[in-house]
């Protein structure tokens, strides 16, 4: 059963080129609220916990230096739909292969700086969520 609500991070790449207003107007426009939000920087440790997934991955350790070298937006997002409407949104991994008027290719600068998060599944959105926020912090 689809859940309402997708997690997503604005990637330090965005963030460092401006593009959290142009990123945030996207979303929103395109039918998500906002339920809770924040500038934060991942520690070191925040990034190996948050992509353990992929630590036996060659690309584990720049990854996880990529997204600690400066602050992010963290957001948890509504709408019918959330996760995959929020794929949908966002494009490919490698903008370049991402489709026309998507976030990755209108903001991502290639595969490795690929500008946002989105959650993969209902189950990672809830994980991915409570990583980052508190029951207090949504609304």
């Given at each position: 059963m689809a859940t309402n609500r997708t997690f997503t991070m604005l990637k330090p790449d965005a963030v460092e080129k401006g593009h959290i207003g142009a990123i945030l107007e996207k979303i929103s426009a395109s039918g998500f609220k906002i339920v809770a939000m924040k500038l934060t920087r991942m520690t070191k440790a925040d990034a190996e916990?948050?992509?353990?997934?992929?630590?036996?991955?060659?690309?584990?350790?720049?990854?996880?230096?990529?997204?600690?070298?400066?602050?992010?937006?963290?957001?948890?997002l509504e709408k019918d739909n959330a996760v995959e409407d929020f794929r949908t949104l966002i494009g490919a991994t490698n903008p370049a292969d991402a489709a026309e008027g998507t976030i990755r290719k209108m903001y991502a600068a290639s595969l490795g700086e690929n500008a946002v998060h989105g959650s993969d599944s209902d189950d990672n959105a809830a994980i991915e969520g409570a990583f980052h926020f508190s029951g207090r912090e949504m609304f």
């Open positions: 916990t948050f992509y353990g997934i992929h630590k036996d991955r060659p690309f584990f350790g720049e990854l996880v230096e990529y997204m600690t070298r400066g602050p992010i937006v963290a957001a948890i």
